[in-house]
């Protein structure tokens, strides 16, 4: 049966110089043998061909609405969308080498204009009006009229990306009178922009595409909405804006979790090649099957193996719970979606390939590296900073942690089990962790020994200092400690005649008074 070592992964990914950040403003610098190489590194999504087929419909004067919503968190997909609509309507034969479900209308736009608002240095209505050749007043914001006379006669395709940005930043300019004065410039010239586009005739081959204003934040939407709340007037700025945008826009997700599409993304992103054919992977998903059942038949686990089965058939390499324990934390504050997940797996795939592990798995998942590897330590920490005391109290410590010192006496099912509940344990929101059967269904696999699982959870409860338990049954890792658990291994260290002593002494400790 094959292993891991079928799959090769990128240079870029070993070696640890990826780099999945695209920049909006490079597109104007590409050219077309740049375009076909940023291309086929892209994996098609149905939100990107949504956006290709609409977009280009619009700019050959059919039916379509103009302005175009990314509606997605920060990494996304957002910014991969917009460089690839505006790459085909740069150099419309390259459409061909995509596969789209329905090929798009072929049309050479006149002006593929392309703003984000990381370019903090640039004026936006000043920019864009002198792609289309004309000289705006800098301290005076274009009327909807004078938009769509820039537009008249013209194939028009508009990218414009983190503007929130750029209007938080346009607030901090000088004084608060000229910081606000500043960011409600750029909000009126950007809503008569929408309107110009949405409501008059002459932009009627005009196609805009922007990102989600309320979702455009790297630190996440929340903090957008402090910011928001702490500055009243930027806050209704930004809200303003965001209502005109959305009047009439067409809404695309650029990736749909639902169709599988992240696993096509971590396949394109991280590997090269994957040399496996449809038999021997057919083989891995049917001892998967086999140890399945065999925990279906103790029972052990609850879902559908028909089910379990047909996510594998999707997921591989990966394993079948990827998606479901990503999309737990997908909405963690700052956590920046599809790029963050590929950042993640491609640290997993370094440690697991630098350690030469390939060879001795058929699935990769987020228990998969050794914890102990500083990059993807960093990587966890990143996605939930509280629970940084839990990886290295009970998980990874050189050997010392609890779950790693229990690995002998648990049939080595000790520290699996406690880095699946940590991957469980993610999330900003409840319910987290899992129940003894979803572990066992996620730690199934040829050489485990279910009936064990059991036994190891409750080891591994009794022994580790940040392991709670939900009332639903759910076993998760907390950012406060286990009082039990912390009792318990300082008792295990101690003689019997000392234990009372111990415990009194401990607990006063614990629960001395302390000025705050």
């Known amino acids: 049966m094959k292993t891991l070592a079928c799959c090769t992964p990128r240079q870029s990914v070993l070696d640890g110089s990826e780099d999945f950040v695209v920049n909006l403003s490079s597109l104007a610098e590409l050219t077309e043998s740049e375009a076909i190489e940023f291309l086929d590194s892209n994996v098609l999504t149905s939100g990107m061909q949504d956006l290709v087929l609409q977009s280009f419909d619009r700019l050959a004067g059919g039916p379509s609405r103009g302005i175009f919503k990314l509606s997605e968190s920060m990494g996304g997909g957002k910014t991969q969308s917009m460089i690839v609509a505006g790459l085909l309507a740069k150099f419309p034969s390259l459409a061909s080498t995509l596969e789209f479900d329905k090929a798009p209308v072929t049309v050479t736009a006149d002006r593929v204009i392309a703003f984000t608002g990381r370019n903090t240095d640039e004026n936006v209505w000043v920019a864009i009006g002198r792609e289309l050749g004309t000289e705006f007043e800098p301290t005076k914001a274009p009327s909807e009229k004078q938009w769509a006379k820039l537009f008249a006669g013209k194939k028009v395709l508009i990218l414009l990306d983190e503007l929130a940005f750029y209007l938080v930043h346009a607030a901090s300019q000088g004084s608060k009178d000229e910081g606000e ?136 390499p990966f394993h079948f719970s990827t998606k479901h324990l990503i999309e737990t934390f997908n909405d963690n504050p700052g956590f920046q979606k599809t790029r963050d997940v590929i950042y993640l797996m491609s ?152 234990r009372v002593s111990v415990i009194e002494s401990k607990l006063a400790e614990m629960f001395e008074p302390k000025e705050k």
């Open 347 to 498: 640290s997993i795939v370094r440690a697991v390939w630098g350690k030469g592990e390939q060879s001795q798995t058929h699935l990769l998942s987020l228990a998969s590296p050794d914890f102990n590897d500083s990059k993807v330590a960093a990587r966890f920490k990143d996605i939930k900073r509280s629970l940084e005391g839990a990886m290295q109290t009970d998980i990874a410590s050189s050997g010392t942690s609890h779950a790693e010192a229990l690995v002998d006496e648990t049939s080595g099912l000790s520290l699996p089990a406690a880095k699946w509940l940590f991957a469980a344990s993610l999330s900003e929101v409840r319910p987290r962790g899992l129940s003894v059967g979803e572990l066992a269904e996620y730690m199934a696999g040829p050489g485990v020994d279910q009936t064990k699982i059991a036994g190891a959870v409750a080891e591994l409860y009794r022994n580790c200092w940040y392991i709670d338990q939900h009332k639903s049954g759910k076993y998760f890792f907390n950012r406060t400690k286990n009082l039990n658990a912390q009792l318990n291994s300082y008792v295990q260290r101690c003689s019997v005649d000392d």
């Open 181 to 316: 004065r500043f960011s409600n410039l750029v909000a009126i010239a950007l809503t008569n922009l929408f309107g110009a586009v949405r409501d008059h005739k002459e932009s009627a081959t005009t196609a805009l595409v922007v990102a989600d204003l309320q979702k455009d934040w790297e630190q996440g939407k929340e903090d957008l909405a402090r910011i928001m709340k702490s500055n009243l007037t930027l806050g209704g700025t930004i809200q303003s804006a965001d209502n005109e945008m959305s009047k009439g826009a067409v809404s695309i997700s650029p990736v749909d979790n639902s169709k599988d599409e992240l696993y096509e993304i971590l396949r394109k992103r991280i590997f090269r090649l994957i040399d496996i054919s449809d038999q021997e992977k057919k083989a891995i998903i049917t001892a998967y099957d086999k140890e399945l059942q065999t925990a279906k038949n103790a029972g052990l686990i609850e879902r559908a193996l028909p089910k379990i089965q047909e996510e594998l058939k999707v997921s591989y």
